[in-house]
């Protein structure tokens, strides 16, 4: 039997859900912004990256863990992770909610870029780098095609980017061999790029290096505080849900893999000491 849940709501935590820790990204931000909310975050650190996985994999896992979220008590869940916005979402939203839980919602962080970009350049020339997934999916190239149809879009995946940021070797030299070669690939396709988008929210670890080795008045793009302005305005456009969005300021914090190496790392992107729970995700 379906598990259909269309009975009345009750408040809860906005869900936050990334294969990692890049959402940590978005969190810190939607902190700082929207503070009076309570906040879960989940990374599915267990069986991450999510980046070089198939659309199967990728919608499997994401759905499982907006479930988890659901159990914990959202009623509003952020797939604060651009692979798994390209590739689980319209599936989720289109599918799995109606079927199992019609009053829920998930929103993603492709739509509130994608929707911006097109007021950043004035070559009309934006650069796009993510995930293997991402970039595959062309769900940024279609979006923005949708919203600023005067802009030319070069795309660029990074795959060893977020496995660095992963394993903590982000700000070692090693990882400039690999930041200067997926940026010297998307200018070799057109010098004129004067925005790039970083499609991964786990990119804003990089901006250091990145900078390095982009031209001079290159716009870098990163979406946490895009992603914020976007969800606060959406709460506000939104009275029927955002009432159900409980307001103690709580932040809880949940890991599919071990509670020790997730707090150390996480420390780094949320920029403050975090102290999460594991959770079986199946
Ligand atoms: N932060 C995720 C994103 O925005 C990383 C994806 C991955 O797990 O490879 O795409």
Same mark, same amino acid.
């Given at each position: 039997m379906k598990n259909i849940k269309t009975n009345s709501l009750v408040k809860g935590p906005i869900g936050i859900f990334d294969s990692g820790f890049g959402g940590l990204t978005i969190l810190k931000e939607l902190v700082k912004q929207i503070?009076?909310?309570?906040?879960?975050?989940?990374?599915?650190?267990?069986?991450?990256?999510?980046?070089?996985?198939?659309?199967?994999?990728?919608?499997n896992y994401t759905t499982q863990c907006v479930k988890a @979220?659901?159990? /914990?008590? &959202? =009623? @509003?869940?952020? /797939?604060? &992770? =651009?692979?798994?916005s390209a590739k689980a979402l319209r599936t989720i939203q289109q599918q799995y909610l109606p079927e199992n839980f019609p009053t829920k919602k998930v929103l993603g962080v492709l739509r509130p870029t994608t929707e911006i970009v097109g007021n950043y350049s004035k070559t009309g020339n934006v650069g796009i780098l993510g995930t293997s997934g991402t970039i595959s999916s062309m769900s940024y190239p279609i979006e923005i095609n949708h919203f600023s149809p005067?802009?030319?879009?070069?795309?660029?995946?990074?795959?060893?980017?977020v496995p660095l940021i992963e394993n903590n070797e982000h700000n070692d030299n090693g990882a400039d061999y690999f930041v200067k070669k997926y940026l010297?690939?998307?200018?070799?396709?057109?010098?004129?790029?004067?925005?790039i988008i970083l499609a991964c929210t786990h990119y804003p670890l990089l901006i250091k290096k990145i900078k390095k080795y982009i031209p001079a008045g290159v716009k870098l793009i990163?979406?946490?505080?895009?992603?914020?302005?976007?969800?606060?305005?959406?709460?506000?456009?939104?009275?029927?849900?955002?009432?159900?969005c409980s307001k103690n300021a709580e932040i809880k914090f949940y890991t599919s893999d071990d509670c020790l190496s997730f707090d150390f790392t996480a420390n780094t992107f949320f920029g403050k000491k975090v102290k999460s729970k594991h959770l079986e995700i199946i």
């Open positions: 503070p009076q909310y309570d906040y879960i975050y989940l990374g599915d650190n267990a069986r991450a990256p999510y980046g070089n996985r198939s659309y199967q994999v990728v919608t @979220l659901f159990d /914990l008590g &959202c =009623n @509003l869940v952020i /797939l604060a &992770c =651009n692979t798994a005067h802009i030319n879009v070069f795309q660029q995946a990074c795959p060893m980017w010297d690939l998307l200018f070799e396709q057109s010098a004129d790029i004067d925005t990163s979406q946490n505080k895009i992603v914020a302005n976007s969800l606060s305005n959406y709460l506000y456009r939104h009275p029927e849900i955002e009432k159900y």
